[in-house]
């Protein structure tokens, strides 16, 4: 037997079985959230930073953070993930943040997360205090329900 091309749900609903999106499927619009943090004060481990509210029934598809750098040097382990109340590494893992530059993407259980009620996405700190002044900033991209 050889290959065998198969649709993915998504394809098979809009282009093979001519669906209509709704909130389902997610075919709305795709909305961009910019957020940025700064460190405010010596921060302990757990510490978290509201960064944006993910709305009831949209589509998480996007994630990318860096930062300035939140350690002191190189080596220092001050890690940030990116979650919610549920888990604190839902739309980023726990990534080293030390030196300016570091980067963190969509972390896979957060790849079409879809909550149903608006959640806050949350900074969580880990490794130590992070150096006060520092920022991490990015963009989350998530699709809004049709309709």
Do not use: H
């Not at 530059?101 to 149903?116: D, K």
């Amino acid at each position: 037997m050889g290959a065998v091309n198969r649709d993915s749900t998504i394809y098979g609903n809009r282009y093979t079985n001519k669906y209509l999106g709704d909130a389902r499927t997610g075919f709305g619009n795709l909305v961009p959230f910019p957020f940025e943090l700064t460190v405010v004060s010596a921060s302990t481990v757990g510490d978290t930073y509201n960064l944006f509210v993910l709305p009831a029934n949209w589509r998480m598809t996007f994630l990318f953070c860096t930062t300035d750098g939140l350690g002191a040097s190189a080596g220092a382990g001050r890690t940030l993930s990116i979650g919610d109340s549920g888990s604190a590494t839902r739309f980023m893992l726990a990534t080293d943040f030390d030196v300016s530059g570091a980067q963190g993407f969509l972390a896979g259980a957060g790849v079409g997360y879809t909550p149903t009620a608006d959640t806050i996405v949350l900074a969580t700190s880990a490794g130590g205090a992070w150096v006060v002044g520092k920022k991490a900033f990015g963009i989350a991209l998530a699709l809004a329900p049709a309709g």
